[in-house]
């Protein structure tokens, strides 16, 4: 773990408690279809009081049933949750997009049929730039793996509006966790 990482996680815990759930910011993570191992190290990784949301898509088919939150769950501290529409984004809570649909508005998730981009819908793109026009720069976007453009203009847009973007290859949980501001 890099030097300081252990402070800052131990002053987030310190600053959050369970009635104060609204979150400081929102990640949202981007992986592409064969990355459900690197989330679960992902979810594995993430402190048990991280005051973010955190909102994930992965690239399915879809139709396809999905039982990524369960997975995500079982793998680290924080409860992961099927994306559910109007629910409100909470601090240490992880809402995993259902096949073909996820977006953010007005801190709260939006489970709608977005735009397809690069043939794909959860599209990365689409998530990050709700999570850049609804949060700013309370927000983190997280690419652990991306295909042809996807997120390239997401990720645009988050910087744009102030917020930060990782590109987590291979050592990405060491990245992530020093990340936590």
Do not use: K
């Not at 992986?31 to 402190?47: D, I, K, N, Q």
């Not at 396809?64 to 501290?77: E, F, K, Q, T």
């Not at 977006?103 to 977005?114: K, N, P, T, W």
Request: overall charge positive; some cysteine; glycine content about 8%.
């Amino acid at each position: 773990m890099p030097t300081g990482v252990a402070w800052v996680t131990n002053t987030m815990a310190s600053q959050t408690t369970h009635q104060d759930r609204a979150p400081r910011g929102v990640v949202a993570v981007g992986v592409s279809a064969g990355g459900v191992e690197a989330l679960t190290s992902f979810a594995a990784g993430l402190p048990e009081s991280l005051p973010y949301a955190i909102l994930i898509v992965l690239h399915l088919p879809p139709n396809a049933p999905s039982v990524l939150a369960m997975i995500i769950d079982r793998s680290g501290p924080l409860p992961a949750v099927c994306a559910a529409h109007d629910a409100v984004l909470e601090a240490g809570r992880i809402h995993v997009a259902v096949p073909d649909r996820l977006f953010v508005r007005d801190h709260r998730v939006i489970v709608s049929e977005g735009p397809m981009e690069n043939r794909y819908r959860p599209a990365i793109n689409a998530l990050f730039r709700s999570v850049a026009l609804n949060v700013g720069p309370r927000s983190i976007g997280v690419l652990i793996s991306g295909v042809l453009d996807d997120p390239e203009f997401g990720s645009a847009a988050i910087r744009a509006r102030g917020g930060t973007t990782v590109v987590a290859r291979s050592q990405f949980r060491s990245v992530v966790c020093g990340l936590w501001p």
